[in-house]
């Protein structure tokens, strides 16, 4: 909805795959 990604209380598929290569 309005809420930034990072604000939803689950972790979309597309932000995982986001988020694994930048905290590797």
Known sequence: PALP???QPRVA???I???IP???
């Open 5 to 7: 990604r990072h604000a």
């Open 13 to 15: 598929p597309i932000d």
């Open 17 to 19: 795959i986001t988020t």
């Open 22 to 24: 930048t905290r590797t």
